[in-house]
């Protein structure tokens, strides 16, 4: 039912800020910008690979956006799965007696949309899309990998989507993690403590396919990294509140 993970949105304070990290320095290209006035954001979505990246800025005080952002400040704030047909799934879910914020679809940035309540989702705010047909995002030299989620404990939540999304485990390497595969990507459920002790969506995995150049190209930007072997760490001081974990590898 779910093909991939659409996009991963994240909430931030203005949109022209936001984009001298994640489309100059990054250098993620834009899908496309619009406003969004039932929802009170302008929103852009910008290409990760298989998936994609979607940057919110409040135009609204009102906007579920920007009490969000009065409260938790800048960071991930959804995850949107795409479907074949959102109003098929939507009626599925509601059948199913699973909480949800649209009990129909509706116009949003990536096609016809609706949101699943987070509390049916462990917290999670989690969107359903089906793309207008046709549409198609450039190519990307990163690819987003994994989303990183912290919960007290993985393996219930783990259970819980994979019964809501028929998401596959996939294998990992023992411990209390677990990995869900969605299209490409993955979600990676992982206990509170191995994350800070934060809950909900804590980090974003991306691949480069270039890695010195991304290295470099973050470098010059004076983007705030942590440089481990193969992989860097950039400060959610410069990613706007995301923890982004970019590797050379798969
Ligand atoms: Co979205």
Known sequence: MIRRIHHVGIVVSRLAEAYEFYRRALRLPLVREAEVPDQGVRAALLSAGDSEIELLEPTSPESGVAKFLDKRGEGLHHVCFEVADVGAALRDFAARRIELIDAAPRAGLAGQIGFLHPRACAGILVEL????????????????????????????????????????????????????????????????????????????????????????????????????????????????????????YE
């Open 129 to 248: 899309a089906t793309p207008a047909a046709g549409a198609h995002a450039p190519e990307s030299w990163l690819r987003l990998k994994r989303l990183v989620i912290g919960v007290p404990d993985p393996q219930p939540t783990a259970q819980l989507f994979q019964r809501l999304f028929d998401l596959t485990e996939l294998a990992t390497n023992g411990g209390p993690r677990v990995m869900l595969a969605v299209g490409r990507g993955a979600l990676l459920i992982v206990p509170t403590a191995e994350v800070g002790g934060a809950t909900g969506m804590v980090a974003l995995s991306l691949v480069a396919t270039d890695f010195p150049a991304l290295t470099a190209a973050l470098d010059g930007a004076g983007t705030r990294l942590l440089k481990g072997t193969g992989e860097v760490t950039v400060d959610p001081a410069s990613s706007h509140g995301v923890h982004l974990h970019i590797s050379r």
